[in-house]
């Protein structure tokens, strides 16, 4: 999973080296599989050596379909020290953040202890990872801010963990999945929501998950091309679910960011979610707007894997709709499709917009100046 993408057909908007860069998807990793001992309880290292971990996906623990290069990262993002891609701060620094000019960086951690059936011993890992983002890499590097991750299949033990870290500026977003046992908008997430709009903290919904079900809507793929597809087919699944089931309607001041799964997709889905409101919306009476409207108003969208069409004015056509103010630039660093901030946005960018792009929308957005 390392390849030559095709060069654009378009000239690219360069960035200069004064340009500053908000990176709203970057994926820290443990160096060693015991790293996050020091944040657990005795009884909870116990369990993890004896017992392991029982998932919804069967008894796997790791991702459903494992990937030629661990956790789909880049063959150069291993660090000289040794450990696994994600897991050096100091490599990060060098290869992401300073030759980038990377003013803020958010962290999404991907091996949690969210998809574990245990949900006490769910609720204690993601508690540990906070810590640990915190002790590894916020305090020692202040660009770099956390996302509460939280054991979302139990809502009240997440709402907790959301309050308890609730105004600690290390954290500037709650972190979800977006396949899981049920779909988002279930009243059983609804706790989490709740938390999160009181403390005044976006909710991240990132692709992939450990929900025991089929990757795609029609079951398991033969290839891994048909995942990475499938990662916007999940992500319009979570937000209908979210709209149709009136989550928006009940929190309005929620603020959701859907992240890895590109954006778009989400002109058509907002249509097709309004032509079907149109005609069935006395079955959904708590909708009391058009689909679109909720989208537009509470939902922002990282950019990576950004769509990369022949015609630019295509690109443009899909962020004219969305608005470029809710557009997050992300690399995925350090996955093999991470989009390298130079050459992502096509020319004819105006400075304002290009500003917001990179920067400002993030800025905005968490509340950072």
């Not at 030759?99 to 962290?107: H, K, R, S, T, W």
């Not at 574990?116 to 202040?142: F, G, M, P, V």
Request: aromatic share 10%; net charge negative.
């Amino acid at each position: 999973m390392n390849i030559q993408f095709r060069e654009s057909t378009e000239a690219a908007s360069p960035l200069t080296t004064k340009t500053a860069i908000a990176d709203c998807d970057i994926h820290p990793a443990r160096a060693t599989r015991t790293e996050l001992y020091p944040y657990l309880a005795k009884r909870w290292q116990h369990h993890l050596e004896v017992y392991g971990v029982h998932a919804y996906q069967g008894m796997m623990e790791g991702p459903p379909y494992p990937k030629a290069q661990p956790n789909a990262s880049r063959r150069d993002a291993y660090p000289p020290e040794g450990g696994p891609q994600g897991s050096s701060l100091s490599f990060m620094q060098k290869q992401l953040l300073d030759p980038n000019n990377v003013q803020l960086g958010v962290l999404n951690p991907l091996n949690t202890g969210q998809g574990i059936r245990n949900h006490e011993l769910s609720a204690a890992l993601c508690s540990a990872i906070n810590d640990w983002q915190i002790d590894k890499w916020t305090s020692k590097d202040k660009r770099l801010k956390a996302s509460i991750v939280v054991g979302n299949e139990d809502g009240l033990s997440a709402a907790a963990e959301i309050r308890e870290r609730a105004g600690d500026k290390n954290f500037v977003q709650v972190l979800l999945l977006s396949r899981n046992v049920e779909p988002l908008g279930q009243r059983r997430y609804w706790p989490i929501y709740q938390a999160a709009e009181e403390a005044g903290l976006p909710v991240g919904v990132h692709a992939f998950g450990f929900g025991g079900n089929p990757i795609t809507p029609s079951g398991w793929p033969s290839y891994y091309i048909e995942e990475m597809v499938g990662h916007s087919q999940c992500q319009q699944s979570a937000l209908a679910s979210l709209v149709l089931e009136g989550v928006f309607e009940r929190f309005p001041k929620l603020k959701m960011v859907m992240i890895e799964a590109g954006f778009g997709w989400a002109p058509s889905l907002a249509w097709r979610l309004d032509k079907a409101w149109q005609r069935l919306r006395s079955e959904v009476p708590h909708v009391k707007r058009p689909p679109s409207e909720y989208i537009r108003e509470q939902v922002w969208w990282t950019t990576q894997p950004m769509e990369d069409p022949e015609r630019r004015e295509d690109l443009f056509d899909v962020i004219k709709w969305i608005g470029w103010d809710r557009l997050l630039f992300a690399t995925d660093y350090p996955h093999w499709d991470y989009d390298e901030p130079s050459r992502v946005l096509p020319a004819g960018v105006s400075e304002t917009n290009r500003e917001a792009f990179y920067l400002g929308n993030a800025q905005k957005l968490y509340g950072i100046s």
